[in-house]
């Protein structure tokens, strides 16, 4: 019996941050600037409202697209909040389940998909695997869209442009300007526009704007992963054209079924909860990392998510530093994971106060040598 892995896998690497996991595998209480996710709990009252679900016996199947109440109550926040019309909304496991099911839904092989550059990690990998073709765009040194630069990356074979705004890992948020202009693009050549808002609560000047309000033509993909910390729960959800969802509600029958039942009654409530107290102490917690590390490195003020993608010292490729960031106790993400280049490291600075005190220590001691 021939029982070779599949050649898809061969164009998938293991995770860069689980390689960092191995590595600081024997570190004893690490300071941790490299997990993405929040560092506060989910509200108890969304905790409540999942017990409540299972005791009431909220337990089977529900529809494959998510239960109606759920997809009407996004469809009706996102007009109120984002100023989109959404024509059509399904529920799914996470985000990137949902990227999944939309590319094998959209992607032929040999079609290309433009991605900016420094990047999601999941992006190019998911990319390949369906038989796509990843076209990085560079987004440096400022992290924001070049208009020239997309339209050089355009092809006949171009079939989607995947924005993440705000983004991990740099935290640039695109100014409608810059969306409008990339809309303007997108038109002209009839191509889908795929938005990651995952991180659109986490915005620390002027709310970010959703390229839906701008172009029909786009697919979102949000969740309840990070606004709620919600990471665990597994629960997201698209909104976007009816032609595209129908075939991804069609295809998640034959691979999720459905998104967990007791998690979208809990999503329900989730969705009433606000989280500003929260979105204000990370912006603290930004302002106390940059204005700690800003004159020790060379680093862009994110205007959202909770990440920091910063310049390792002159002539230090970024596997090197993380290394010795590790050997310091520190644990960071080497750029490479989210970029063609390695010229830079990620910090998350979703933590609690006296970690990040220690993690700008380390960092300012490494930034000496």
Known sequence: MNSAIAERMSLIDSSGIRKVFALASKLKNPVNLSIGQPHF????????????????????????????????KIKVQQKEKRNT??????????????????????????????????????????IRIVGGVPVFVDT??????????????????????????????????????QLKNLADIANKHNILIISDEIYNEFVYGEDSVSIAEIYENTLVL?????TYAMTGWRL??????????????????????CAPSIVQYAGLNALEYNPTHLIDSYK???????????????????????????????????EEFVREAVENNLLVIPGNVFSERNTHFRICYAAENKVLYKGIEILRNLSRK
């Open 222 to 226: 949000n969740g309840f992963s990070k």
């Open 41 to 72: 709990d989910v509200p108890e009252e969304v905790k409540r409202a999942a017990v409540e679900a299972i005791q009431n016996g909220l337990n089977k199947y529900t529809l494959t697209q998510g239960i109606p109440e759920l997809r009407e």
């Open 85 to 126: 019309n959404l024509e059509e909304i399904m529920i799914s496991s996470g985000t990137s389940g949902l990227l999944l099911l939309a590319f094998m839904c959209l992607i032929n092989p040999g079609d290309e998909v433009i991605v900016f550059d420094p990047y999601f990690v999941m992006y190019k990998h998911l």
């Open 284 to 318: 603290e917690k930004r302002d106390l990392m940059y204005n700690g590390l800003k004159d020790y490195f060379d680093i862009l003020k994110p205007a959202g998510a909770f990440y920091m993608f910063v310049k390792t010292p002159d002539g230090v490729a970024d």
């Open 236 to 257: 997201g959800w698209a909104g976007g054209p009816k032609w595209l969802l129908n075939e991804m509600i069609k295809l998640q029958q034959y691979t999720f079924v």
């Open 140 to 177: 440096y040194p400022s992290f924001n869209i070049s208009v020239d630069k997309v339209e050089q990356a355009i092809s006949r074979k171009t079939k989607i442009i995947v924005i993440n705004s705000p983004c991990n890992p740099t935290g640039a948020v695109y100014s409608k300007d």
